[in-house]
């Protein structure tokens, strides 16, 4: 069975405190996989997308980066503003663009 | 270019009442999709439509059914409501944006409490 797993679950950083979470997959056949960014009450934000092993993408203080069997997502000296749940997502082969969402990771930064 | 619109944003029902939530996009997207976001549970894929005048399910379709109205609109129907169904309900457009694989882009949501 596909699977998306995501941690940790929640994570509470000091603003300039940077860290990573991790999206670990176990499907066949990997399209693309995304990052969102969702705020409370809010539907998701579209941050990246990645294609391949060993591809990075970057936007501000974010910098995705993805293997043959998890993708991280490396804040960098993060601030108040950065805080939200961040979601990932699997784009499968033949499964016509359909993703398959993580349960995500609740990031708190504080002062 | 408003993106995705979804309406109501807020609605309490009572068990056994129907509704549908509608979903509009201005972004000239082919693929339209319901989630159901539950705690704990991620989103899941409800029913979602390739292009206009199709439609498929998804992962959890029991209890729901779409309309893709036309390129623009897709809404969601509940028949008769059940307190299973309170979840916040987002509607996603897509678009090719590389050559591998489509962009999903969500509207802001739907709060729905059944009693």
């Known amino acids: 069975e596909d699977q998306v797993t995501q941690s940790p679950e929640a994570l509470r950083l000091q603003e300039g405190e940077s860290s990573s979470l991790n999206c670990s997959y176990t499907v066949s056949g990997l399209r693309g996989l995304f990052w969102y960014r969702q705020d409370p009450g809010k539907g998701p934000e579209f941050l990246f997308t990645l294609y391949s092993a060993g591809e990075e993408k970057e936007k501000e203080r974010l910098k995705a980066t993805l293997t043959k069997k998890e993708s991280f997502l490396h804040i960098t000296a993060p601030k108040p503003e950065d805080s939200a749940t961040y979601l990932c997502?699997?784009?499968?082969?033949?499964?016509?663009?359909?993703?398959?969402f993580g349960t995500g990771t609740r990031l708190q930064v504080t002062l | 270019n408003a993106g995705v619109t979804q309406t109501p944003k807020f609605q309490v029902l009572k068990t056994g009442q129907s509704m549908t939530l509608q979903c509009a996009q201005d972004?000239?997207?082919?693929?339209m999709y319901w989630y159901r976001q539950d705690p704990g549970m991620g989103l899941r894929l409800i029913y979602y439509?390739?292009?206009?005048?199709?439609?498929d399910k998804g992962e959890v379709p029991n209890g729901y059914n779409v309309s893709r109205l036309n390129k623009r609109e897709f809404s969601l129907r509940l028949e008769s409501a059940a307190p299973s169904q309170t979840s916040v309900y987002f509607c996603?457009?897509?678009?090719?944006?590389?050559?591998?694989?489509?962009?999903?882009?969500f509207g802001p949501g739907t709060r729905l409490t059944v009693l």
């Open positions: 439509s390739a292009s206009e005048g199709t439609t």
């Open positions: 997502a699997v784009d499968l082969v033949g499964t016509a663009s359909k993703l398959t």
């Open positions: 996603a457009s897509s678009g090719r944006t590389s050559g591998y694989t489509d962009t999903q882009y």
């Open positions: 972004m000239n997207h082919n693929s």
